[in-house]
Structure formats: structure tokens, C-alpha cells
């Protein structure tokens, strides 16, 4: 019997339920001809409540809000990255689960572009000139044929991907498995990254943290990089050893560094990527974007459309992969 989702809880904060509730309510109506229930906390719900589908973010009260209701509904993460839950006392074989994969390719792969350009154009260069007062000409490389190696080569190493060869840049992707990809070309493995990374002007790194990706662009990847590349990461932390940063800049391997994320976060006060003006730190918001519920609901309501219909998910989270 092929399941119906015409129940479904959306779970968020009170702040973000305060400002999406009508796109939300309007948006799973529309598409799927659901009712949409609102919880900000466990609390909120009945103890015994019955849904089809849950869509939460990866919060610490998820498993609280799980086992107040009856059964085991489809749960729908609003991020793509889940690595969170495994921590959680819950029994995810027990779930479908899905995440939103793909919600943050846009926004990302546009501050990837720009980080590039930050640094291609000096504009963190030019920026303290003109704190200080100085006029001080140079000459400015361009994006066109420079190398890109893509570290990851799921959604968003894709569109960092079609983005960077609209701009006539060369593409290097590097991924779990080697294989020939119909859009990115002759992709490497994870084994052959230090490889790749030698021809690398910049280095995008965008992968999930797993078991097999923690720790991979360390000290050994960035001692063999090109000199004078840049490093944007778009990742999550701990997947980028800091120490393997500082130590790259430091001996100038490194010309430049994007990072938007970080082994602790809020990134430490004492940490010593602070203060270095070749490093552009944000607090982890290259994914952000007006949109972003948006999209997620499209994520949601496709994959509702092929569960309904009997077949996977698009993007089916295998809880025995982690990912």
C-alpha cells in the first residue's frame, strides 16, 4: 500500500514559524493537499499525536518531539548536512529519512564565486589601502583558465562547477569514488586529492563530514597544494584542519583562505585564523538565503511525490552511511 502524507509537522523555531507559517501552510496545501500542524518545542504537541511526515531542523529536542508522537513518520531534515543526529538517542533505521540536498547550491556556489574574486581582485589588499590612506596600483589575475579543484561532487560542487567553466575556468573534482561524470569530466578519488591539489590555484572544499571525510584536507594535502593558491571552505568542520591552515598560511603555500566553517563554532577567540588579513572568515552563513525555506519545500514536496508514488526518495539519508 503506497503511503499518503496528508498530515505532516513542521517543527522550528517560534521565530522562523512566525514568518513562514503562511508559505509553509499554502505551499504543502497547494502541493500536496496537506495538513500542516506547528511546533516550536515538544510541548507543543499531544502526547500520542499521529503524522505522516515530520519536517525539523537537526535540534537537540528533535528526539523529544519524535517520541511524543505515535509511530515512526517520514522525517525530513531542513539542512542537508544530518550529522547532528547521529549523536541523538533515537533509532533512525526505524525512519525514512531525507534530507534537503540541494537547498544550498545557489547561495553557496555564489559565495564561492565571490570569495574567488575577493582574492583574484585583491580586494582584501585594496580594502586596507584604503583604510590607510594608500594609493597603490597591481597587477590583477583573472578567473579565466585558472585551475579549480572541487572537492565533493554532490549538488554544490556541481553548480561551483558550471559556475567556474561559465567563467572559462579549468575543472578538477574530486570525490569518494573515481569515476567519469557526464558533467564534471575525470573525477578523482579521495586518495588522489593531494595530487590534484598540487595544480590547484583554488581549493573548494564541499563535502558532508563523515567518518571517511573528517580530517581529509589536512596538513598533507595543503603542504602539497600549488603555491599560492586559496582555500574556500564550504564544508563543514572538521573536515579542513585548522592547524593545517594556519600552517599553510603561515609558510605562504596559501596566498588566501574563504572559511565559512570551523571545527568549534562560534570560532574561538584565541584561535589564530583571526586577525590575518589573506583570511575572509564568516560565520558559517554561505548557505544562508531569503529562499532557503523556499527550496527546502521543494526538496520536501518532490520527494513526497516519489514516496507516494513507490519509488526513493532523491535524497534518501541511509542511516547505516551516516549520510
Not at 80 to 102: H, N
Amino acid at each position: 500500500m503506497r503511503p499518503e502524507i496528508k498530515r505532516i509537522l513542521f517543527a522550528q523555531n517560534a521565530a522562523v514559524i512566525d514568518q513562514q507559517r503562511q508559505l509553509v501552510t499554502d505551499r504543502l496545501r497547494e502541493a500536496l493537499g496537506a495538513q500542516v500542524e506547528f511546533a516550536s518545542q515538544p510541548g507543543d504537541l499531544a502526547l500520542g499525536s499521529t503524522f505522516d511526515a515530520v519536517i525539523a531542523p537537526t535540534v537537540a529536542w528533535l528526539p523529544e518531539l519524535l517520541g511524543r508522537i505515535e509511530g515512526t513518520p517520514w522525517v525530513h531534515f531542513l539542512s542537508s548536512g544530518v550529522e547532528k543526529i547521529w549523536a541523538m538517542d533515537v533509532d533512525w533505521a526505524q525512519y525514512t529519512l531525507t534530507s534537503s540536498k540541494g537547498v544550498h547550491a545557489i547561495p553557496i556556489s555564489e559565495y564561492v564565486l565571490g570569495a574567488m574574486l575577493h582574492f583574484a581582485k585583491r580586494f582584501d589588499q585594496f580594502t586596507s589601502q584604503a583604510r590607510e590612506g594608500v594609493w597603490e596600483r597591481a597587477w590583477l589575475p583573472e578567473l579565466t583558465d585558472a585551475q579549480v579543484v572541487i572537492v565533493g561532487a554532490g549538488s554544490i560542487g556541481r553548480e561551483v562547477a558550471s559556475r567556474c567553466r561559465f567563467l572559462g575556468m579549468q575543472i578538477q573534482a574530486v570525490a569518494r569514488t573515481a569515476r567519469t561524470d557526464a558533467d564534471l569530466g575525470n573525477v578523482l578519488d579521495f586518495a588522489q586529492l593531494s595530487q590534484a591539489a598540487a595544480s590547484a590555484d583554488y581549493l573548494v572544499v564541499a563535502v558532508p563530514l563523515t567518518a571517511e571525510t573528517a580530517g581529509l584536507v589536512g596538513e598533507d594535502v595543503l603542504s602539497s597544494t600549488k603555491q599560492g593558491a586559496v582555500l574556500i571552505d564550504v564544508s563543514r568542520g572538521g573536515v579542513v584542519s585548522e592547524d593545517a591552515v594556519v600552517s599553510a598560511l603561515a609558510s605562504g603555500i596559501l596566498r588566501g583562505a574563504a572559511l565559512d566553517v570551523f571545527e568549534e563554532e562560534p570560532l574561538s577567540a584565541g584561535s589564530q585564523l583571526w586577525g590575518r588579513p589573506n583570511v575572509l572568515i564568516t560565520p558559517h552563513v554561505a548557505g544562508t538565503t531569503p529562499r532557503y525555506i523556499e527550496r527546502a519545500l521543494d526538496v520536501f514536496v518532490a520527494n513526497a511525490e516519489r514516496l507516494v508514488a513507490g519509488q526513493e526518495p532523491a535524497t534518501f539519508i541511509d542511516a547505516s552511511q551516516g549520510y
